[in-house]
């Protein structure tokens, strides 16, 4: 019968002579034998066992929770929940990690548009990355409800040229004011802007933001506290 000592167990299992000692003191994988002066002596059985242990303890299941599979006469059931357990914590924590990569590639874009970096810069950036969802939710619902309104114009449109009909036209009109101006304050009420240069969020005077020359994520405005005239980043204003 093969017999190892801790240092060969370690070497065959891949870990160090501590944890071996470690998993004996925490009773989870106890020497089958010590020599006379007091080495422990590790079975065939043992190895399997560690290797066992090792699998377990790398899919991250606490060793507190695979003494306690060990000690089970039949395992199996018991072992099918717990892994479906740590399957799903992992999964989690996958999912945490990969929204931190996530905010972590926003804030470099971000700085990457800032000219004049700063705390207050890093700031602006986290304002926008938080309002980014709701913002998101704000223009699909806008476009969602564009695209019936914009149907009909073009039908409208192909019906006057081709066929000399020309009241559908006049319908969309009659049903474009409305939904123009619902939608048009309706964005207004629900946005926001930072000013770059004091970095103050605000909401500006209706008309100003209506004729404002703009791009997809700015406005060029007045910032109300400060007096700067510019571009500001778009974000977040709704309740």
Not at 73 to 102: F, N, T, Y
Not at 215 to 237: A, D, I, P
């Amino acid at each position: 019968m093969s017999q190892y000592t801790t240092g060969e167990l370690a070497k065959l299992c891949g870990i160090t002579v501590r944890t071996v000692q470690f998993y004996d003191q925490r009773g989870i994988l106890i020497p089958s034998a010590l020599t006379e002066g007091g080495r422990r002596l590790y079975s065939g059985e043992d190895l399997k066992r560690m290797k066992i242990i090792c699998f377990l303890r790398d899919t991250g299941l606490s060793l507190d929770t695979i003494g306690q599979l060990l000690k089970e006469d039949d395992p199996s059931g018991v072992i099918a929940v717990m892994l479906e357990q740590q399957e799903q914590v992992l999964r989690e924590e996958i999912g945490e990690r990969k929204d931190k990569l996530d905010r972590l590639a926003e804030l470099k874009s971000g700085l990457k548009t800032v000219s004049s970096f700063s705390i207050e810069s890093i700031g602006d950036i986290a304002t926008v990355m938080e309002s980014k969802k709701k913002l998101n939710t704000m223009y699909r619902n806008v476009f969602l409800c564009g695209i019936p309104l914009g149907l009909l114009q073009i039908a409208s449109i192909l019906l006057w040229i081709l066929k000399g009909v020309w009241w559908p036209f006049v319908l969309w009109v009659v049903i474009a004011i409305p939904f123009g101006v619902f939608w048009t304050r309706y964005y207004y009420r629900h946005t926001a802007y930072i000013c770059p240069q004091c970095h103050e969020v605000f909401r500006p005077a209706f008309k100003e933001a209506l004729f404002a020359g703009h791009t997809m994520k700015t406005r060029k405005l007045t910032c109300v506290k400060c007096g700067h005239h510019g571009f500001c980043v778009e974000t977040w204003g709704g309740d």
